[in-house]
Each structure stands twice: as C-alpha cells, then as structure tokens.
C-alpha cells in the first residue's frame, strides 16, 4: 500500500484500471548532466553512461539534445500532483498527464525528458524537431525507448520527449535479430 495515494485520494481502482506499474526508487545514481543553471539531473550509472554516448553521437550528427529532467523521488513526485491538485486539478486530469507517485520512470533513475535548442520543453511539437527524427532512429542503440507514444495503454497524453533506458547493450536485442534475419 502506497500512503501517498491515500493522501493525494488516488484509489487503488484508479491505478490498476490504468495497469500503471510500480516504479522503485533507485538508490545508486550519478551526475548524468548540469544544467546551466547549475541543476544536476542524476540517473542510475548504466543510464547515464549510456546518455553520454547517446547525446555524443547525436553531437556528432548536429544534433543537440539536453535533459530536462531526469530522476525525480516518489516524495518529490507526491508534491507535483498535490500542487495540481490544490490548483483545482481533477485526479482524472492530472493522471493523463502525470504520474502517481510510486509509478513514475523517474523513479527508477532510468527516464529522461529530452529537449533541443529553439524546441519549448515538454510540449507535443518536439516531434516535429530533428532531434526527435535523430532519436526514433538512433536512441534503441543506446537502450533508450520511447515510453509514451500516441495511444499507450497507461492513458498518459503523448510524451515524445521521455525516453526511458532499458538495458539493452549495444550489439544485443537489435543485433540479434539481425543476426536471426540473416541466418
Ligand atoms: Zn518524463
């Protein structure tokens, strides 16, 4: 049992209707990248790692990409939806477009909101950017999938900017089924 869902009067009904899935938080994380400002955006060390070489190789193409955010802690996820909430927001409203603490990717030190010079951040039209273009085609070998796309089962609004990181090492689903293809 999840007290912040209590406190924030989200129902259990309401998490499983959506199939939503815990997310835990993670305990290892690193500096994945420093704002200008000087914010930290942390993720566990696979993650960042694997960041460093996708934005290096987007660099190398002309494309910049930089996080917006990145791990965010179930209490500082609890905040987010009690701010909307305070602010006349529905459950139902502030579900489409924000997860439950304790369900977030962010959680889990593995997700990134991704932005691009001249693109406003956390808006629908970065898919209309090159970065975006660079990412569908590039990201997967570097492990990074596309959580949100239009449609997704979880009832989240499209979200082209978060990206999560899965472990896939390069040379490893990809590779094998090419492997396979061509066996
Ligand atoms: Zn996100």
Known sequence: ????????????????????????????????????????HLLIPSAAEAWRRLKAAALADGITLFIVSAFRSVDRQAEIVRRKLDSGMSTEAILAICAPPGFSEHHTGRAVDLSTPGSQPLEAEFDQTAAYAWLQTNAGRFGYRLSYPVGNPWGYQYEPWHWCFHDAQPGSAADAREVQRHA
């Open 1 to 40: 049992m999840n007290p912040h869902l209590n406190a924030l009067a989200i129902s259990e009904e309401s998490i499983a209707a959506r199939g939503l899935r815990a997310c835990k938080e993670a305990t290892e994380l690193e500096s994945a990248e420093i704002e200008l400002d000087g914010r930290d």
